[in-house]
């Protein structure tokens, strides 16, 4: 006898598909397996990231035609009238397929719309396909908003195809919260994302959302502009569960008023990613600002002004934390920030599990002091990623026993140094929990070392055999061959008979 699943049971199992083509199939079971799969292909053509293949993309737009059947009366002769075919979009449609929408990248409709313009337009001149694409994004937003009942996700950014048609759409966007279903659909927004630097079309969206919103967890956001930093500060401070945030700004932008507004989500923040953000002008207030008590992922690249005494009482709040990882900047009058990267290693303590330091420069190592500090205060990481060390630094990294090392990332940042002896070495001391070690070398500086001295290291790393769960990637730091770096058949002899997987970057 068959046993039934439950509704529930199957929307959760079919939520759980990783092909579009088992969803199709699933459509043919019966009719209550269809009536479960339709919502969940139809939140995919707006709200999955698509590929940049034509053909695929072509394919994909076909969905225009399905919401123009769920067009009311007026749009369609409206659509008509500027030139559309509808006669592959018959009126009275199965399903309310805009109902289903959760999920909105605008880029999609952008190039959905306007390839389905190429293909169903009686084009009479440039000038109305251009009109007559934006008179189809405009009916389609209205649409998805009036229809759907709710978004959890929606995304913006720079549209690369199709540009011409779209190289102004900010009324487009802006009227968006002019419907009078906006309020109601962009409310439990769970994940914002906006890459595009245009203060005039982002403007009225922006102003309108943090009105409306108020449970954002994720936001992945770019600023051009003192006036976006303005307005993504207010938009970030009223939100109350807002777990992960992505900021890219320009250097030289004065962001007080944003790390301000960051600095008001300590409570909640989990991950917090940082591009080019400028902590120059940070103004440190009387009152203490208290711990992050969530976060536990801090990422800053190519920041700059992180030597400002203020930011000092920045890096002692982040308590939690379990993975820093820090670019230095490529500006050169930018000094590295070693204090504030210390206090970090020195407030998180054994927390960190997980440590990527990158200087951007191939002439300098990790300062002594910075090295010291993942020494003495990190003794619990278990992911290491440090360019440009000293062969001594490197064995000082396998002496310190870190007993819960399991992955270790480096290169050696010095013109020359003994790869035999830094094998040697090594294996003197690794650490039994390290399950894989990737080396990366640069054209100008590979390792030269010799079959003995890897059985060296085997054998403090692993008995013969029993290397098949351990791991050596060799890879480049740069285009171009490892000129000088070359493997002999003893090398290989070496490596199958410890049985280690040995990969060199092609």
Same mark, same amino acid.
């Given at each position: 006898?068959?046993?039934?699943?439950?509704?529930?049971?199957?929307?959760?199992?079919?939520? &759980? +598909? !990783?092909?579009?083509? #088992? %969803?199709?199939? *699933?459509?043919?079971?019966?009719?209550?397996?269809? /009536? @479960?799969?339709?919502?969940?292909?139809?939140?995919?053509?707006?709200?999955?990231?698509?590929?940049?293949?034509?053909?695929?993309?072509?394919?994909?737009?076909?969905?225009?035609?399905?919401?123009?059947?769920?067009?009311?009366?007026?749009?369609?002769?409206?659509?008509?009238?500027?030139?559309?075919?509808?006669?592959?979009?018959?009126?009275?449609?199965?399903?309310?397929?805009?109902?289903?929408?959760?999920?909105?990248?605008?880029?999609?409709?952008?190039?959905?719309?306007?390839?389905?313009?190429?293909?169903?337009?009686?084009?009479?001149?440039?000038?109305?396909?251009?009109?007559?694409?934006?008179?189809?994004?405009?009916?389609?937003?209205?649409?998805?908003?009036?229809?759907?009942?709710?978004?959890?996700?929606?995304?913006?950014?720079?549209?690369?195809?199709?540009?011409? &048609? +779209? !190289?102004?759409?900010? #009324? %487009?966007?802006? *009227?968006?919260?002019?419907?009078?279903?906006?309020? /109601? @659909?962009?409310?439990?927004?769970?994940?914002?994302?906006?890459?595009?630097?245009?203060?005039?079309?982002?403007?009225?969206?922006?102003?309108?959302?943090?009105?409306?919103?108020?449970?954002?967890?994720?936001?992945?956001?770019?600023?051009?502009?003192?006036?976006?930093?303005?307005?993504?500060?207010?938009?970030?401070?009223?939100?109350?569960?807002?777990?992960?945030?992505?900021?890219?700004?320009?250097?030289?932008?004065?962001?007080?008023?944003?790390?301000?507004?960051?600095?008001?989500?300590?409570?909640?923040?989990?991950?917090?990613?940082?591009?080019?953000?400028?902590?120059?002008?940070?103004?440190?207030?009387?009152?203490?600002?208290?711990?992050?008590?969530?976060?536990?992922?801090?990422?800053?690249?190519?920041?700059?002004?992180?030597?400002?005494?203020?930011?000092?009482?920045?890096?002692?709040?982040?308590?939690? %934390?379990?993975?820093?990882?820090?670019?230095?900047?490529?500006?050169?009058?930018?000094?590295?920030?070693?204090?504030?990267?210390?206090?970090?290693?020195?407030?998180?303590?054994?927390?960190?599990?997980?440590?990527?330091?990158?200087?951007?420069?191939?002439?300098?190592?990790?300062?002594?002091?910075?090295?010291?500090?993942?020494?003495?205060?990190?003794?619990?990481?278990?992911?290491?990623?440090?360019?440009?060390?000293?062969?001594?630094?490197?064995?000082?990294?396998?002496?310190?026993?870190?007993?819960?090392?399991?992955?270790?990332?480096?290169?050696?940042?010095?013109?020359?140094?003994?790869?035999?002896?830094?094998?040697?070495?090594?294996?003197?001391?690794?650490?039994?929990?390290?399950?894989?070690?990737?080396?990366?070398?640069?054209?100008?500086?590979?390792?030269?070392?010799?079959?003995?001295?890897?059985?060296?290291?085997?054998?403090?790393?692993?008995?013969?055999?029993?290397?098949?769960?351990?791991?050596?990637?060799?890879?480049?730091?740069?285009?171009?061959?490892?000129?000088?770096?070359?493997?002999?058949?003893?090398?290989?002899?070496?490596?199958?008979?410890?049985?280690?997987?040995?990969?060199?970057?092609?």
């Amino acid at each position: 006898m068959a046993t039934k699943i439950s509704t529930e049971l199957l929307i959760i199992i079919l939520n &759980n +598909f !990783q092909s579009t083509q #088992d %969803l199709y199939s *699933s459509m043919l079971v019966n009719r209550i397996w269809c /009536k @479960v799969t339709i919502p969940i292909l139809w939140n995919l053509p707006l709200g999955q990231e698509c590929c940049t293949d034509y053909t695929k993309l072509e394919k994909k737009a076909l969905c225009i035609r399905t919401y123009i059947s769920c067009m009311d009366a007026r749009t369609r002769n409206l659509l008509v009238q500027n030139g559309f075919d509808l006669s592959s979009s018959p009126p009275q449609a199965t399903f309310d397929y805009p109902s289903f929408t959760h999920k909105f990248i605008i880029n999609n409709l952008v190039y959905f719309v306007s390839i389905h313009s190429m293909y169903s337009r009686k084009i009479i001149s440039p000038h109305q396909d251009d009109n007559g694409s934006r008179i189809l994004f405009r009916e389609m937003c209205k649409l998805i908003i009036e229809r759907c009942i709710f978004l959890d996700s929606f995304k913006m950014t720079v549209i690369i195809f199709f540009s011409g &048609n +779209f !190289q102004n759409y900010s #009324d %487009l966007i802006g *009227s968006i919260f002019k419907l009078p279903s906006a309020s /109601k @659909v962009f409310k439990k927004l769970e994940n914002f994302t906006s890459t595009i630097g245009d203060y005039k079309l982002i403007y009225p969206f922006y102003e309108s959302l943090k009105l409306i919103c108020d449970t954002i967890l994720t936001m992945d956001l770019k600023l051009n502009s003192y006036f976006q930093v303005q307005l993504l500060a207010k938009l970030i401070r009223v939100q109350k569960r807002l777990e992960n945030l992505s900021i890219f700004t320009n250097y030289s932008l004065d962001c007080n008023s944003l790390l301000w507004a960051i600095i008001s989500q300590k409570e909640t923040l989990k991950g917090l990613r940082l591009y080019s953000v400028n902590f120059c002008q940070l103004k440190r207030k009387l009152s203490p600002i208290g711990q992050f008590i969530s976060l536990q992922e801090l990422y800053f690249d190519n920041c700059v002004g992180l030597r400002n005494s203020n930011c000092l009482f920045l890096a002692s709040s982040f308590t939690q %934390l379990s993975s820093f990882h820090y670019f230095h900047s490529r500006y050169s009058n930018d000094v590295h920030p070693q204090e504030f990267i210390i206090k970090i290693f020195e407030t998180a303590g054994a927390n960190l599990k997980n440590i990527f330091l990158d200087s951007h420069s191939s002439h300098s190592t990790i300062a002594f002091d910075t090295f010291s500090a993942i020494l003495n205060y990190c003794t619990k990481i278990t992911k290491l990623t440090l360019h440009n060390l000293s062969s001594e630094q490197v064995i000082a990294i396998f002496n310190n026993n870190f007993n819960e090392l399991r992955r270790f990332s480096f290169d050696c940042g010095e013109k020359r140094f003994d790869a035999n002896e830094l094998l040697y070495k090594m294996g003197e001391n690794v650490p039994e929990s390290l399950e894989s070690m990737e080396i990366r070398m640069n054209y100008y500086n590979p390792w030269i070392f010799s079959a003995d001295y890897l059985r060296k290291f085997f054998e403090g790393w692993c008995y013969k055999g029993g290397g098949v769960n351990k791991l050596i990637i060799i890879k480049r730091t740069e285009r171009g061959q490892l000129c000088g770096f070359t493997l002999s058949d003893e090398h290989f002899k070496v490596i199958e008979e410890y049985g280690v997987q040995f990969y060199i970057e092609k």
